[in-house]
């Protein structure tokens, strides 16, 4: 385990850990963290697996750990690693599993007040509109050609399929769809994984939620984003499913005799990878694009399924029932950027595995109805907690190569979850609060229980307070429904 | 109907993990050690299997070691699981060495699971023999 005295605290909430820490370090780790989450971070392997991720071929600039971190595979969920060209590597353990796992957010002129006695027949509605849970299949099964225009088209796919509004893929990352994704790079068997699941939402700690806009920090950005106090928005929560954890798993795979070729030294199996300009490398870039894209059309048609759920709901109580999309964005996935790295722009693949891009005020990349803004940076709290929308700065495109945290991560583990949380009285809790809980599987909502994740509120502290991004708005949540 | 998520596996037990679930497996010898790992990722999806008829099929599979190996080995067994709704709870290894496995599988199919596992990973995934046997720590994405 990493001990605490390895870090040297540069400013108020940066943590560094220099270069020089460990032979084969290729670039200092900084860590974001007050004293607390500091500690929550060396809990557990989040330190170390982001020190092997520093040791990688090509890694530039610094390791990037988020607030929220906390263990994963290879890579921590909520690191960031950039790799320059033409050497750096591309890393499937450093995107995650479920790849372009991420988080739209839709905005609405819904007052919760006019419609508080509705809020247990959403949930039901939502509940049954969106198939979610184990083995769920969706109501628009795909042969392998759809699918493949699915994995080049994204969210393009359902529009032109009447599943999307107009402005729906503006207000996406990337437009919805990364261009250059490769089908053809994708296992048959992935793609049979994927077919029947288009618009699920699946389990764990994936969710929509019903929230209402408790406080608005910056009138300027909530307007714009059509977040008014007092009035529902709702969170997707989810990503490429079995189609792309299955193109990881086989990359994960396949990259190990890869690695063997070019000569690359592992601290970590789950840390695999090829040079991105080699065939392996462009080979998982294509096929990651695929899944990105798979997902970014996914939680587009669960948006068009949950617009539903709102107008059958609510038409008739209130004026307007309509969701205006705010954004979507991922929190794991691999991109081919320019950064700044020692004064000069670099071309570099950026990886963020439970990050987000948070590009500040004037990017290019950013809607034009935001840019004057910055992107807006979705970070969803655990079950029965707070959500933010924050905006990212130009302190993050500095310090975090445009990234920021993405939600708060665990601090317990499923299994403890399990034994210390009943689903049923978590459930009940949640419901004396005035949250309405649909859920397929009680022992799983025990799992995804409040107290086995970090504070929200403290995670975003951090990030507003070290510069890395600002807040919008806190949103409270009042129907939770999962798988 | 057969309920493979009633209780843990012969030299199988869960042991604690932040954000997923994982397993600690021993075994005599590596076909054993490769048949429980099986019997325990039907029991942490919770899968039941349907009454008779009974499915019958013969798996190859290779990896470049033997922690690549039981990756594939589960994997492969996850994708019947999704995919087909098919699992086997009588398996017989027919030859296995560090790179090839060969099994005949019996099973049937799925009526219901409880847990989605996303993928298997090599996360702190070591195979080792010593005199006291096999051992292998498994850690599954979910």
Redesign the interface.
């Known amino acids: 385990m990493v001990p605490k005295s390895a870090f040297i605290q540069s400013q108020p909430y940066l943590w560094e850990i220099p270069a020089d820490f460990r032979p084969g370090m290729q670039v200092p780790l900084w860590l974001f963290a007050d004293d607390q989450l500091l500690v929550e971070a060396l809990g557990?392997q989040s330190i170390e697996q982001a020190l092997n991720v520093a040791s990688l071929p090509g890694v530039v600039g610094r390791v990037v750990v988020m607030p929220d971190v906390?263990?994963?595979?290879?890579m921590p969920?909520g690191g960031v690693m950039a790799s320059a060209l033409p050497n750096g590597i591309i890393s499937p353990g450093a995107v995650g599993?479920?790849i372009n796992c991420g988080v739209r957010l839709l905005s609405s002129a819904i007052e919760l007040e006019a419609v508080h006695g509705l809020m247990a027949e959403l949930a039901a509605a939502l509940y049954n509109d969106c198939p979610s849970g184990?083995?769920t299949k969706g109501r628009y099964p795909l042969s392998v050609a759809e699918l493949e225009r699915v994995c080049r088209e994204g969210a393009r796919w359902a529009l032109a399929h009447g599943l999307a509004e107009a402005q729906d893929l503006g207000r996406t990352e990337e437009d919805g769809c990364l261009e250059g994704a490769q089908p053809a790079e994708v296992s048959l068997?992935a793609k049979?994984?994927g077919r029947p699941q288009l618009g699920t939402l699946?389990?764990?700690n994936h969710f929509l939620e019903v929230d209402v806009v408790e406080q608005v920090f910056n009138l300027t950005a909530g307007n714009a984003m059509g977040l008014r106090e007092g009035c529902l928005v709702l969170q997707i929560h989810c990503g490429s499913r079995?189609f792309g954890?299955?193109v990881?798993?086989d990359f994960?795979?396949d990259l190990?005799?890869a690695v063997?070729r070019y000569h690359i030294e592992l601290p970590?199996?789950?840390l695999?990878c090829a040079p991105l300009e080699s065939p392996e490398g462009q080979a998982y870039l294509g096929a990651m694009k695929a899944a990105a894209n798979y997902a970014f059309a996914n939680r587009q048609v669960l948006a068009h399924l949950a617009r539903g759920s709102f107008e059958r709901v609510l038409a008739g109580h209130v004026r307007n029932t309509h969701l205006r999309q705010v954004y979507d964005i991922a929190h794991n996935m691999a991109k081919v950027e320019t950064h700044q790295i020692d004064g000069r722009p670099v071309k570099v693949c950026v990886h963020r595995k439970g990050a987000t891009r948070a590009y500040g005020p004037g990017a290019r990349e950013v809607p034009e109805e935001y840019r004057a803004l910055g992107q807006p940076v979705l970070v969803p709290g655990s079950m029965g907690t707070a959500s933010w929308v924050l905006l990212g700065t130009e302190a993050s495109m500095a310090l975090t190569f445009g990234s920021a945290c993405h939600g708060a991560g665990?601090?317990?583990?499923?299994?403890?979850a399990r034994r210390e949380v009943r689903g049923d009285r978590l459930r009940g809790e949640l419901e004396r609060r005035g949250i309405q809980i649909r859920a397929g599987?009680l022992?799983?909502l025990a799992e995804e229980a409040p107290q086995a994740y970090k504070d929200v509120d403290q995670v975003v502290d951090v990030m507003q307070r070290a510069g890395l991004a600002s807040k919008v708005a806190r949103l409270r949540p009042v129907a939770v429904v999962k798988g | 109907m057969d309920d493979l998520s009633a209780s843990w596996p012969s030299g199988v037990e869960?042991i604690?993990?932040?954000?997923?679930?994982a397993m600690r497996v021993s075994a005599p010898n590596a076909s054993e050690l490769f048949r429980r790992a099986a019997m325990g990722l039907y029991h942490l999806a919770g899968m039941r299997l349907s009454a008779p008829p009974r499915h019958e099929r013969r798996l190859r599979l290779t990896?470049?070691d033997w922690?690549?190996l039981l990756?594939?080995w589960l994997?492969e067994l996850l994708?019947l699981q999704?995919?087909e709704?098919m699992a086997y709870d009588e398996i017989q290894i027919l030859a296995i060495d560090r790179e090839v496995l060969e099994a005949d599988l019996r099973g049937g199919r799925v009526t219901a699971?409880?847990?989605?596992i996303?993928?298997?990973?090599?996360?702190n995934?070591r195979v080792e023999e010593d005199a006291a046997g096999w051992r292998a720590t498994i850690?599954f994405?979910?």
């Open positions: 557990d906390h263990q994963g595979y290879g969920i599993y479920d184990v083995g068997r049979e994984r699946g389990a764990g079995g954890h299955q990881c798993t994960v795979q190990q005799s063997r970590d199996r789950e695999v665990r601090v317990m583990s499923r299994a403890q599987s022992p799983g | 869960e604690e993990h932040t954000a997923d679930w990896g470049v922690e690549s990756v594939a994997n994708f999704e995919h709704h699971w409880t847990r989605d996303k993928a298997v990973t090599f996360h995934l850690v994405d979910v």
